[in-house]
């Protein structure tokens, strides 16, 4: 399985952006339909944390408690491909975004090292 993000940049606080990430080597209708298709954020300086995820089946979403409603997770069948609404944009929010999957579902959601699949990540910035 490969994952490729794109869609970060240069933001004003209270923009958006919308990530994707291209999945490869396995479709959506193939895989276990209980593991789940993550994003994480790891800010300079700080760990990186969980910011989103939906599972393979698109049944469940999950947010990290900071999201508050601004962040939407999808994905969409036809292109294999996850997605990641960012609104309301903070400062705060700067950071690199990754997705990550797995063949099997994570012990939690926000386990990182149930993760074995990575994107390069993509790099977002908002500016105050």
């Known amino acids: 399985v490969q994952l490729q993000a794109s869609g970060g940049g240069l933001v004003q606080a209270g923009g958006s952006l919308r990530l994707s990430c291209a999945v490869s080597g396995r479709a959506f209708s193939s895989a276990r339909s209980s593991a789940i298709l993550a994003w994480f954020r790891q800010a300079p300086g700080k760990r990186r944390e969980f910011v989103a995820g939906?599972?393979?089946?698109?049944?469940?979403?999950f947010y990290g408690d900071f999201v508050k409603g601004r962040f939407a997770v999808s994905r969409d069948d036809a292109t294999n491909t996850v997605y990641l609404q960012m609104n309301s944009l903070e400062p705060e929010d700067t950071a690199v975004y990754y997705c990550?999957?797995?063949?099997?579902?994570?012990?939690?959601?926000?386990?990182?090292?149930?993760?074995?699949?990575w994107g390069q990540g993509t790099l977002v910035t908002v500016s105050s």
């Open positions: 990550a999957t797995d063949d099997y579902p994570p012990s939690a959601y926000y386990v990182q090292a149930d993760y074995g699949y």
């Open positions: 939906i599972r393979w089946s698109g049944t469940s979403t």
